[in-house]
């Protein structure tokens, strides 16, 4: 492994991803921060990479799009010589009752939760495999492991990425490449305040911690897996839920 690390992580623009982003930083370190619509808050992000002595580099692309993943890609290997780390953390949800979801709100999710971390770990493999060195995190969900009515779309494309993670880290470990996942409770971000008050107040109830997690407490357990210290960990899932569910 080189000394610079080149570090990417998808859909920090704000929440867990900037918070990821921000934690991974250090001096000799590369940030690329994926936003999709955000400029602003990538910013934002960059301003806290700074603040820790990286160099942020602010790249927009949607990772649902495969021709923009895959020139973004190329851009970065060109740019920066290779990849380190790939924290696949973009996500969204588009929440409706089986009954009611339209397929429209089934394929939003998919493309982007779970299609997105195929795309970008698919443009990163060549250059880890080449380096045979990699650390690939894919953020996955506590739906995906326990269900939660109103988003079949997102716990299918959660569960997706679990075996996506599994499947891959069996194909690489090999080569010195490990593969795992951070599998967030509900934590406190634009993502969980879109809730309605009644349910947010209902799923406290439900969390032992009795209270949501931080979007740091996701980031240091993501820090750890793309760490040298985890170079025996693969294809596992770190569950950061304040007890919710014990797997
Ligand atoms: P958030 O605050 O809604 O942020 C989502 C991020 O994803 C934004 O930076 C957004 O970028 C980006 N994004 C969305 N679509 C994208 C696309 N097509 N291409 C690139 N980036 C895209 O969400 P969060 O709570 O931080 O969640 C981050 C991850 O953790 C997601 O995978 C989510 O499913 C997972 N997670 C969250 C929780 C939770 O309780 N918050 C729990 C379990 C798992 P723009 O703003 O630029 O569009």
Known sequence: MSQRRVIVVTGASRGIGRSVAAQLAGPECDIVINYNSSLKGAEETASLVEARGGTPHLKGFSVSDPEAVRKAFGEIVGALGRVDVLVNNAGITKDNLLAMMKDTEWDAVMDTNLKGAFLCSQAVIKPMMRQRYGRIVN???????IGNPGQCNYAAAKAGIIGFTRALAREIVSRKI???AVAPGFIDTEMTHALPQKAREMLLTQIPAARYGKPEEVAAAVEF???????YITGQVIHVNGGMFMG
């Open 178 to 180: 490990t593969v795992n």
């Open 225 to 231: 897996l793309a760490s040298e210290a985890a170079g």
């Open 139 to 145: 953020v996955t969900s506590i739906v995906g492991v």
